[in-house]
């Protein structure tokens, strides 16, 4: 059976499972993850090496564990998403600064919000279009049943998603129209981009979100959506930034800009270590 069966089959599981055996099964799931998944679990420890270096060795593995536990928790609620009412993802969601995209609408150029694989940014996106902001985000190609699902739920409260693949023309037309266009940020899909400086590393990552600021004026916001702790009143945290600027950073080019956008990402990253959900390594020593 397919993966995209077995994740419709999640959600009708979902639909009558009370959300407190969900929670449980999924933390189960990813202490089982953790064990069994010795690769993703070596890449993980690397990873946080550099995004906890400050930490010792045994704590960087309780983080490791809990990014498994943490990935978990947010795909039952990406699972949720088809039958959740706007309400209720707005309900699970409080947020700091959303004056700041505001601002960047207001630019009437269009605005870039800029994330990362950081806490729930699918649920991020839903939660942004259920308040009524015209999102459009950019999606990686995959498997054409799997993609089709995943629009289905990506776009249960209104956003609309933009293929990767000749993505730049439906991008630059949602500038245009003053539209938000949410991108991310923290990692090359097909390994093209910049090199960057990336907590206390070298890492590629695109260079898309600076060239269409250097080339549309729009405003460019980084935001991203994170758990809170358990028994908070809100399930999730939301943060977005103040408008960076070129003038603020003191980028006038690509490779400048986004080495800006990596420093603001990084900082998130090492707030949130163990909900930095990137299983990849992809760390480079030097440029070449």
Known sequence: MSKAFWIRAGTGLLRFLPYGWARAIALAAGDLSWLLLKERRRILEENLFRTASEKDEETR???????FRNFAL???????????????VIGQVEIDGLENLDQALAQ????????GHLGNWDFAGAYLAALGYPIHAVGEDLDPEIYAVYERYRGATGMKIISLSGAALPCFRV?????????????AIHGQGLA???CGGRRVLPEGPAAFVLKTGAALVIGYLILNPR???KRYKGVVSPVLTLQAV???DVPGFTQAISDALSEAVRR???QWFVFQPQWKETDG
């Open 61 to 67: 593995r309780n983080l490791g564990r809990a990014t």
């Open 74 to 88: 947010c795909s039952i609620d990406f699972l949720r998403l088809p039958f959740l009412s706007r309400e209720e």
């Open 108 to 115: 009437g150029k269009g605005a870039i919000l800029v994330t």
């Open 175 to 187: 500038l245009k129209r003053k539209e938000l266009l949410v991108l991310v940020g923290d990692r």
């Open 196 to 198: 960057v400086d990336f």
């Open 231 to 233: 028994g908070s009143e």
């Open 250 to 252: 003191g980028a006038r």
């Open 272 to 274: 949130y270590p163990d």
